[in-house]
């Protein structure tokens, strides 16, 4: 998780460490951490909430919520511009700056916690208990066909015709 919280630093890091310069890399991007995180992270939601047997649709919402939480949480925004946030002329671009730092810091700690919750406290519903935000509206119920006489798409038809 730490890693998530920094990905452009622990991204070159590796790279020196390795001693791969930018000419030989095959990526050289830190997208490549924050992407792959936030992959793990919505496959292990996923995986947890089916586990749990909820149906698909709420499994791929809690996936979904998850995701867009670890893409802000892992987003690589240099924490080093916070050092020197006040020479920055401008004030509104001052207030962006802490504004996007304390959404990353914020969204960080959530997984953190919901993560520490899973793992330390073995509460394995913490996934099917997440409140996820999306609105969706039921689809509307569809007349119900019973036997074989409703199987092709001109008998559905038929049947809708002749019930107005």
Known sequence: MSIGMMPEI??????WAGRVVTQDALINSPW??????????????LSRCYDEELPGSECWLRALLVGV???VAF???????????REIPDPWLRKVVYLVAGTKGVTWLYLLCLLARYYLFSNHRVFANLIYV???EEDEQLPECSGEDATEPEQVERKAVDAE
């Open 69 to 71: 939480v670890g893409m």
């Open 32 to 45: 490549v951490i924050t992407i792959g995180f936030t992959a793990f992270l919505v496959y292990f939601t």
């Open 134 to 136: 999306y609105a969706y």
């Open 75 to 85: 987003f690589p925004f240099p924490l080093g511009i916070l050092a020197n946030v």
């Open 10 to 15: 622990v991204f070159f890091l590796m790279r």
